[in-house]
């Protein structure tokens, strides 16, 4: 009986210390179940014209906009947050009405919708960067909601939809100048890095145009800095070039540098600017009346992402021959957009050098090459007093 009991309690501590060391495991599942979606607050971002086009809309397929870009698909500005289970996005609009007689249109679509990138997966995959679509869409009235999941073969698959919404609204919300969705992140496998590009869409018979923000990055990046030397000390008078490295989780390729008030930053004397962007090359001065101390300069700054490269492959359907037409469609989704991350540089300043220190300073910079030389001209002034003495003992003694 009391054999049995260790034998328990072996077991136990056993058992104990195996599930320990595959919670503490890097490479264990436990690790990737608990992996989930970063909570982040609430990020809003401001429409912008993508760089490739001479508006914000783009027509997507067709070529008569006689009846589309209405207010209601004029995308202003979108702000988003997540708890970590669920993705809110607020689109803000022109249409400062609710006006739903827009939605009831015969042959007018309007969509609201967001292009999900995950990271994990490599650069090129779903289509143009986009493995997921999700949106809302008004179709004669009623108020459907669809997820896609995009391939880069051509083919999409639905992952969830819900069709014929009625008010009061679910999923969408609807209001003056606003549509508001919620997608649960469970529905895309809850990706702990992510990337986003919201759009609306406007279409009337045979004709579309969509309207893009560039992509950004979820959670919202931070700034990793790195500085040549990695202190930056610098005295009162003094100005110095500083070389730089800086990037994020999802990019190196800075495209802009700015600091709170401006392209310069100016306090107490201490002047800091960005000499160059890419690679990035601060220039620190500091005024003789600069109060010795730490300082701590804030900036921002945009990082360039791309969602496929130049080597992505061209859409070719050899199964059914056949072209979706969401995919037609995704051949003008933005494919490159800005990150922007904030970051601090801290500059320690102290007093200039003391006679004494400078002394010290040239000695220790010229010391050695003082002491070589003056060795060596002491040497060949030993040898030619030498000679000297010797020709002159040889003279005295001839006469």
């Known amino acids: 009986m009391q054999s049995q009991k260790y034998s328990f309690i072996a077991f136990a501590l056993f058992s104990i210390i195996f599930v320990l060391l595959l919670i503490l495991n890097p490479c264990s599942p436990f690790h990737e179940a608990f992996a989930a979606p970063p909570a982040f607050d609430q990020v809003l971002i401001y429409d912008k014209k993508i760089s490739n086009q001479k508006n914000d809309w783009v027509q997507t397929y067709g070529n008569d906009s006689a009846n589309l870009r209405s207010d209601h698909a004029d995308l202003l500005a979108v702000d988003y947050f997540s708890d970590g289970k669920t993705l809110d996005i607020t689109f803000w609009v022109k249409s400062n009405s ?11 679509k309007i969509r609201y919708g967001v292009l999900i990138a995950i990271v994990s997966l490599p650069q090129n995959s779903g289509y143009n960067g986009a493995n997921f679509n ?27 939809s819900k069709t014929n919404y009625t008010e ?25 890095n992510y990337g986003l590009s919201f759009y609306t869409a406007e279409s009337f018979n045979s004709s579309e145009v969509r309207d893009f923000t560039s992509w950004v990055a979820v959670p919202p990046p931070i700034i ?35 600091f709170e008030y401006g392209t ?12 160059r962007i890419q690679p990035p090359l601060f220039e620190v001065e500091v005024s003789p009346q600069s109060p010795v101390g730490v300082y701590t300069v804030p900036f921002e700054a945009s990082m360039l992402v791309q969602t496929t490269s130049s080597t992505s492959p061209m859409f070719n359907d050899t199964v059914t ?47 050695t090459p003082i002491v070589i ?14 000679e000297y003495l010797k020709s002159l003992k040889s003279r005295r003694k001839h006469k």
């Not at 679910?170 to 702990?192: E, Q």
């Not at 310069?264 to 000499?275: I, T």
């Open 98 to 108: 609710e006006n739903a007689s827009v939605y009831n249109q015969p042959f007018k």
């Open 264 to 275: 310069n930053f100016s306090s107490n004397g201490l002047s800091v600017s960005a000499q």
């Open 134 to 160: 999700y949106y809302v869409e008004a179709v004669n009235g009623k108020w459907s909601e669809h997820l896609y999941q995009l391939s880069s073969t051509g083919t999409s698959a639905l992952i969830e």
């Open 168 to 192: 009061p609204f679910d999923n969408p919300t609807i209001g003056p100048g606003y549509v508001k969705l919620r997608l649960n992140l469970d529905s895309i496998n809850s990706p702990s």
């Open 224 to 258: 990793d800095i790195l500085t040549h030397p990695e202190s930056i000390v610098i005295r009162q008078g003094e100005k110095k070039i500083i070389p730089t490295e800086i990037e994020t989780p999802l990019s190196s390729n800075v495209t802009r540098i700015a």
């Open 373 to 386: 030389l003056g060795s060596g001209a002491a040497g060949v002034f030993a040898t030619f007093f030498i």
């Open 321 to 367: 021959g056949i072209v979706d037409p969401e995919f037609q469609v995704s051949k003008k989704y933005p494919t490159t957009g800005d990150i922007i991350g904030k970051g601090n540089l801290t500059i320690e300043v102290i007093p200039p050098l003391t006679v004494n220190e400078e002394f010290m300073a040239f000695w220790n910079t010229y010391g």
